[in-house]
């Protein structure tokens, strides 16, 4: 079974006008890992190495710096080999 971990935050000091209130951060969260969850499901649900029988782990890191008001997501894809590695790395940049 596929097991995606998110991991959002925020940093920096949010402005006195700032775009959004903490609430709005919240729902921005939960929206942004709700979408990537269906697409990254659509991709590679029941996807497993065909050597180890292993599905890959992904962790996907989320930053808002209130400063700038902008969002970094980072990927993390684990997987127990290489050549699976490269398999699930295609499957995800193909659309």
Request: aromatic share 10%; hydrophobic share 30%; net charge negative.
């Amino acid at each position: 079974m596929l097991k995606i971990d998110y991991d959002f935050d925020t940093e920096g000091e949010a402005h006195e006008d700032a775009y959004f209130d903490p609430y709005e951060l919240n729902m921005l969260f939960e929206q942004t890992r709700q979408s990537l969850d269906t697409g990254l499901r659509r991709k590679l649900e029941g996807v497993v190495c065909k050597e180890h029988n292993q599905p890959p782990s992904i962790t996907i890191t989320g930053r808002y710096n209130q400063e700038t008001e902008q969002m970094d997501i980072n990927y993390h894809v684990d997987t127990c080999c290489q050549m699976f590695l490269v398999r699930v790395v295609s499957m995800l940049n193909n659309v």
